[in-house]
């Protein structure tokens, strides 16, 4: 508790008042309260949790389009273009 001798007016005056320290009579008002401080860690908490999931949602989605890719087979358009090739191979080695 603060000294409330008759000598230290400033400091019963902040006592009635409920305030602990002059700082904040000087700052124009009350500092940051507990729940004020709480609530930006909450926030903070939650705005990093969201973003942690969509960077991992990102890496799965990247990865199962990678993984589609890779086992969707040709297309007939594909195939038609890997037929050619083919058969411009085997005219290639028949000139040979």
Do not use: C, W
Not at 1 to 9: L, Q, V
Not at 35 to 52: H, R, T, V
Not at 63 to 73: A, R
């Amino acid at each position: 508790r603060f000294d409330t001798s008759a000598g230290n007016h400033i400091k019963e005056i902040l006592l009635k008042l409920n305030l602990l320290d002059l700082r904040i009579l000087k700052d124009g008002g009350e500092g940051p309260t507990r729940s004020d401080e709480m609530l930006k860690l909450k926030n903070f908490k939650k705005d990093a949790l969201l973003k942690i999931s969509s960077q991992i949602k990102k890496v799965k989605d990247t990865s199962q389009s990678l993984k589609s890719m890779i086992t969707t087979p040709y297309s007939q358009e594909n195939e038609k273009k890997k037929e050619v090739y083919e058969h411009k191979n085997e005219d290639l080695h028949s000139m040979l």
